[in-house]
């Protein structure tokens, strides 16, 4: 915290952060129960877990504050004279590194008399929505007795941090893309997810995989223990979500920079509610002039037994379009392709299509990504390279 040049004012300035208490855990005591100081420490198995029937209060203004928290503050201006005080305002600002927020300000409609030891109260809410430095500023103006204004103000700086760490994996499927999210908890206590939430581009429907964490009255506490997400300071969870294209044809569908938006939702031990959003890029090569859509996957992919795959490559340029494919075997060690790996096809005319069939050899069990493709123009000799078609899981038949 800190103040302007020292000045002697009838007025005081106070700030107070409110946010819920935690339990309080009293060092471990093992003992005999009779042995137990007083009621308080009575309890059943207390002595193992250390919990006592107490509630710890803030210790300080600042603390830990996540982004998508709420951040609340008790902002009080008192008359500690033995005068009345006239035309009394406040004004609470939030500053971050980008932008500046008014949280309160009376200024246009100030308290005209402030008796000796009243007070100006203001409770202020504000969800943190940037991580990095955040100053609270507080200011406090009100007239002397010959008309002159005067004003002083006060700082109060804390840090917002990240409450997760979310590690993204994006796969290509048949029509669309598999998304894996690792949640681990950056926090040093635990927290309830309440909901994780993916809203996917107008191009995309999403499909989620996620046990459902909504409240059933028929149990108790309205939560079912067995789809509960509960996180210890540290834990990891992971989510599961399918995009799938609206219309593949649709062209526009590919240049979208992201996939959407993902929403985390949680609650503290104490119910105090945050909330974090993230958008999600698309890091998939885009290929504005020539798409490629896989069209046919069997549904069982077995090890060391040949199957068929099929895709569609469309001709979004200007130009009709004489491909030759060429697949890198040093590229698809896992997933061998049968046959040629260097053939050509017919021309693409503007906006038209061909569907490609190979096959393929599957040599290590597990995900496997079938990668090493590059289609050439031969008229031109312009080069598209697909880095990744397809994720495919390949299992192992049993005896």
Same mark, same amino acid.
């Given at each position: $915290? ?7 004012? !009838?007025?005081?300035?106070? *700030? /107070? ?5 935690? #339990? ?5 005591? +093992? ?20 919990? @006592? ?8 203004? *600042?603390?830990?504050?996540? /982004? ?6 008790? +902002?009080?201006?008192? &008359? ?25 300000? &009376?200024?246009?409609? !100030? ?29 406090? @103006? ?18 917002? =941090?990240?409450?997760?760490? *979310?590690?993204?994996? #994006? ?8 998304? =894996? ?13 309440? =909901? ?55 062209? /526009? ?16 031990? $104490? ?16 290929? @504005?002039?020539?798409?490629?859509? *896989? ?12 199957? &068929?795959? =099929? ?63 590059? #289609? #050439? ?23």
């Amino acid at each position: $915290m800190s103040e302007d040049k020292k000045e002697d004012h !009838p007025l005081s300035l106070k *700030v /107070m952060r409110l946010s819920k208490p935690q #339990i309080s855990i009293e060092p471990q005591v +093992v003992c005999e129960k009779s042995e137990l100081p007083g009621p308080v420490l009575a309890g059943d198995q207390v002595e193992a877990f250390g919990v @006592s029937e107490f509630l710890a209060l803030p210790s300080d203004f *600042v603390g830990d504050i996540w /982004m998508g928290e709420k951040f609340r503050c008790y +902002v009080s201006v008192n &008359n500690d004279s033995d005068k009345i005080v006239h035309f009394v305002s406040l004004k609470a600002e939030l500053q971050t590194g980008s932008r500046r927020f008014t949280l309160f300000d &009376n200024s246009k409609d !100030p308290i005209a008399e402030l008796f000796p030891g009243k007070n100006l109260d203001q409770i202020i809410t504000h969800t943190v929505s940037e991580r990095g430095t955040h100053i609270l500023v507080c200011l406090a @103006s009100y007239s002397i007795p010959t008309g002159e204004k005067k004003l002083f103000r006060k700082f109060f700086k804390f840090q917002v =941090s990240y409450p997760f760490t *979310v590690d993204k994996a #994006i796969f290509s499927t048949q029509n669309g893309f598999a998304l =894996s999210l690792d949640l681990c908890n950056r926090t040093p206590i635990s927290i309830f997810i309440e =909901s994780v939430s993916l809203n996917p581009e107008p191009g995309f429907r999403v499909i989620d995989f996620n046990p459902s964490q909504s409240i059933d009255q028929n149990l108790p506490l309205g939560l079912d223990p067995n789809l509960l997400c509960f996180l210890k300071a540290g834990s990891v969870r992971q989510f599961l979500f399918k995009l799938e294209y609206k219309d593949v044809e649709d062209p /526009m569908v590919r240049t979208y920079s992201r996939l959407g938006e993902l929403t985390l939702v949680w609650r503290s031990s $104490m119910g105090e509610e945050g909330s974090y959003a993230e958008q999600i890029p698309q890091n998939i090569t885009l290929k @504005s002039e020539l798409c490629l859509l *896989v069209t046919d996957v069997p549904s069982s992919i077995y090890l060391e037994e040949p199957f &068929n795959l =099929s895709f569609k490559l469309i001709n979004r340029g200007k130009t009709p379009f004489t491909p030759r494919l060429c697949f890198d075997q040093s590229l698809t060690s896992k997933l061998k392709v049968v046959g040629l790996s260097n053939q050509s096809l017919k021309e693409i005319s503007v906006g038209g299509s061909v569907t490609v069939r190979i096959c393929v050899f599957a040599v290590y069990p597990g995900l496997q990504d079938l990668t090493g493709l590059t #289609i #050439i123009d031969t008229k031109t000799e312009r080069s598209f390279r697909f880095d990744r078609l397809i994720t495919l899981l390949v299992e192992q038949r049993s005896n």
